[in-house]
């Protein structure tokens, strides 16, 4: 759209959104400008958190070159939502999915129950999340300048959506270990099929969850993720702590491990044993 006008992608965003919605501490960011309250963004290393590698970020241009705060992300969705930037029809057709769940630059699906429009971000040390849910005009924005193993900022802004509609949440500290055996845990060890799905970032191709046996713990490695370690809550049902994910394991009749759920950002997956079929 931005080359059909005589504007920049950065002066069309602040002339056209961020000053009509009055997002005051919004703008294209820039490694030579002097940004008041700019944060800087961290990530996990072995030896603990460190800087995020250095970003230009005339790099990410459209797809993360932008600042901003959470109060101006609210003024942006009760803009968006209120009619103040886009007409009801571009907006209706915005947030229809036309792929699983996938709208124009959303996902549309349900979170507890409610229908929820929701968008993630993420860059060098960065990580977001913002859900409005319009059956209870309820908006979670949660921004982390930090970049673990998981997204933190999903994390969280899923948790908050699930207090705020009055159920439980229970976090990795929260979780009771148990012992078992080598012998039983050596029976989930194998690659596991998953289907593809929408998630933060858009539609993943087909995975696989690898299940190893390590130092006398089970675990789990996404295709081309880092591994993670899982704990035993009972003889089928594993969590891990980051990210806070739960797998439960299931057999067929025959007794053997036919397959797995992975639960993981709101988001339940199965994964079928790929030695099986």
Not at 107 to 122: P, Q
């Amino acid at each position: 759209m931005v080359d059909h006008v005589s504007q920049s992608y950065a002066d069309f965003v602040i002339h056209n959104i961020f000053k009509p919605l009055d997002m005051n501490d919004s703008g294209y960011d820039s490694h030579s400008e002097i940004i008041l309250h700019r944060a800087s963004g961290y990530m996990v290393s072995p030896n603990g958190l460190c800087n995020a590698d250095f970003l230009d970020m005339s790099i990410p241009y459209s797809a993360g070159s932008l600042y901003s705060t959470t109060h101006d992300l609210l003024l942006w969705e009760q803009g968006l939502f209120g009619g103040k930037i886009l007409s009801s029809a571009s907006l209706e057709k915005m947030i229809e999915p036309f792929k699983n769940d996938y709208g124009f630059g959303v996902r549309v699906h349900s979170l507890d129950g409610h229908k929820s429009i929701t968008h993630a971000g993420g860059t060098s040390g960065f990580n977001t999340k913002l859900i409005y849910s319009p059956d209870d005009k309820l908006t979670v924005i949660v921004l982390a300048n930090l970049n673990a193993l998981g997204y933190v900022a999903q994390d969280l802004a899923l948790k908050m959506v699930t207090l705020a509609h009055g159920k439980t949440v229970t976090l990795p500290s929260e979780r009771k270990e148990i012992n078992v055996s080598s012998e039983t845990l050596a029976n989930y060890v194998g690659t596991y099929n998953v289907a593809p799905y929408v998630g933060p970032y858009g539609l993943t191709p087909l995975k696989q969850l690898v299940i190893s046996l390590e130092n006398g713990f089970l675990v789990t490695q996404e295709t081309n993720q880092p591994k993670t370690q899982l704990f035993p809550e009972s003889e089928t049902q594993f969590f891990g702590k980051i990210p806070d994910i739960q797998i439960n394991f299931f057999k067929n009749k025959q007794g053997q491990i036919s397959h797995l759920e992975l639960h993981q950002d709101g988001e339940i997956s199965t994964g079928i044993n790929h030695h099986l079929y």
